[in-house]
């Protein structure tokens, strides 16, 4: 599905089925060098029980255009700019590792029009080493074969019929920097994560309950570095549900039944 947002086409993929409006529906966010296909498992499911999904390409990322996103905030701004172009007044929203960083300042703007919140491999801050944030720039096949590898827990996820997880990754990371040649996408989406720093100040105004699904053996964002946030959302009195996955931080792909589960039992029927 492709809609024009900020004067830009914006793809969402929907898990096979057509938008419908009246539906209830969730908006997943990927990370740094992904892209909606990082959702596949849990969007084809939730669009086949009663669900619509967005799983969005972020602007200047692969099949969506405009300006790729400098920081958290100005993903933010085209999240809720998305949701006006859908016509949708009340959504999900779910975020992966940068993208739960997205989810996370767009439901503090969003208010009342977000009923849930899902942070999938977050952390805050999400500090990214000055060696990766450099190899991103100077040499990012090599930053890309360092995140692979710390990315992963697993060579191939169970039930994933043969695929090689560090091999689609790398794939994946080559085929989104190669998708916009006129910036990296690597190194933008690294220096947001790094930069952010409103995250405490966001949950606390975050209206929906919040769920967190973490990596226990997460090298990028490792678990213990998302309790500031859970801790901010318990002290300002939010719904809070935490539910660990013994994966690395690609808790969609590495442990998708599980992560499912957690959505499932989250978002409800």
Known sequence: MELTVNGHPAYCYTGGKPFDAAKPTAVFVHGVLNDHSVWTLQTRYLANHGWNVLAVDLPGH?????????????????IAALLDAAGVQR?????????SLIALEAAARLGERVS???????AFPMKVSPALLEASLETPEKALRMVSVFSRST?????????????????????????NPAVNVFHRGFQACDRYANGLHAIAAVRAPILFVLGAV???????????????ARAAG???EVVTVPVGHHEMAEAPEETLAALKAFLGP
Do not use: I
């Open 62 to 78: 692969c099949r969506s255009g405009g300006d790729a996103p400098a920081s958290v905030e100005e993903a933010a701004g085209f």
């Open 91 to 99: 959504a999900a929203l779910v975020g992966h590792s940068w993208g």
């Open 116 to 122: 849930h919140l899902v942070l999938v491999g977050t």
């Open 155 to 179: 060579l191939a996820p169970p039930g994933g019929a043969g695929v090689w997880v560090y091999g689609s990754s790398m794939a994946l990371g080559r085929r989104v920097l190669r998708s």
């Open 218 to 232: 997460d090298q990028m964002t490792m678990p213990r570095m998302a309790q500031p946030l859970v801790d901010a």
């Open 238 to 240: 939010k719904p809070v």
